[in-house]
């Protein structure tokens, strides 16, 4: 995935579309092996994860 890709948004237009695909999965992590490359997987996939809840949160289901 690209640095400049925004995964908050992408969090929130998922959600909008009733889906939830953070851009790593498990096969990206098994597959990575340096720690810097790690952690920037996990802030991308918190990134996500915070923008999915963020628009959950504004939803009024």
């Not at 999965?25 to 996500?48: F, M, P």
């Amino acid at each position: 995935m690209s640095k400049d890709k925004n995964f908050h948004n992408q969090g929130q237009t998922d959600f909008a579309q009733g889906d939830y695909d953070p851009p790593h999965g498990i096969v990206d992590d098994l597959t990575t092996w340096s720690s810097t490359a790690v952690q920037r997987l996990c802030e991308e996939n918190k990134q996500y994860h915070d923008g999915w809840n963020h628009a959950k949160a504004q939803s009024k289901d």
